[in-house]
């Protein structure tokens, strides 16, 4: 899967999440600052990518690096090449 894949997935469940259109989800979208999120949205949205990507569990200490998409993207990227 490319960058730009994962990207659009990652658009996708975000504006489904957030109720949102997918192009105002940016790879530099900040969660909490761009998008609103609350810790329940971030947990949500955690568990969205690892069941739509099947990456297994997060770890928490990967995922407080985690602060905008494009965070999340390269995360999944490097993930989903192992």
Known sequence: MTTEEIFKTMQG?????FAMDTDEVTMESSFVDDLGAD????????????????????????????KTVGDCVDYLSGKLSE
């Open 39 to 66: 810790s329940v949205d971030l947990v949500d949205l955690v568990m969205a990518m690892e069941e739509q990507f099947e990456i297994g569990e997060i770890q928490e200490e990967e995922l407080s690096r985690l």
């Open 13 to 17: 469940l975000i504006a489904e999440q």
